[in-house]
């Protein structure tokens, strides 16, 4: 079997420790993922490490840079399956430079009050993991 692609992401949040509001991004493309909403992120490149990976992303497609807190990681411990093709290592993160901008793949960022973090259609892949965040921190 083929193995999947390795993308990073991070839940942007006001505090790592206890999450008041998740930044969402709604994707703009391609066509079939257009008006769903995700976390940012992106691929890692072959031989890039997934935290600078992580860095390079959130600067091309928010404008920020972030202080990393722990890793969020999927029931196993390990990646979460986002698709067939891909799997996606999660960390939360703070904003420490810039104020969050929709640069490249999305039209438009919200940031969701804990209690709300479903209000948005979220992409397939990320649901569970959005759950997952719910059931951790209410």
């Known amino acids: 079997m083929e193995s999947r692609r390795l993308v990073v992401a ?9 999450p008041g509001v998740l930044l969402a991004g709604r994707r ?5 993922l257009a008006g769903r909403w995700e976390f940012p992120g992106g691929k ?26 722990p890793e969020f990681t999927a029931p196993d411990d390990g990646a979460w399956p986002i698709t067939p093709r ?28 804990r209690g709300a973090w479903l209000d948005v259609p979220w992409l397939d892949g990320d649901v569970p993991i959005v759950e997952a965040m719910i059931t951790r921190f209410g």
């Open 86 to 113: 891909h799997v996606m290592r999660l960390w939360l993160a703070r904003v420490v430079t810039g104020e969050p901008a929709p640069i490249e793949v999305h039209d438009e960022l919200r940031w969701l009050p």
């Open 10 to 18: 991070a839940a942007i949040v006001d505090d790592v420790a206890a």
């Open 28 to 32: 703009t493309w391609p066509a079939e």
């Open 44 to 69: 890692v490149d072959d031989g890039e490490d997934p935290v600078a990976a992580l860095h390079r992303e959130l600067a091309e497609e928010l404008g920020v840079a972030v202080e990393l807190g």
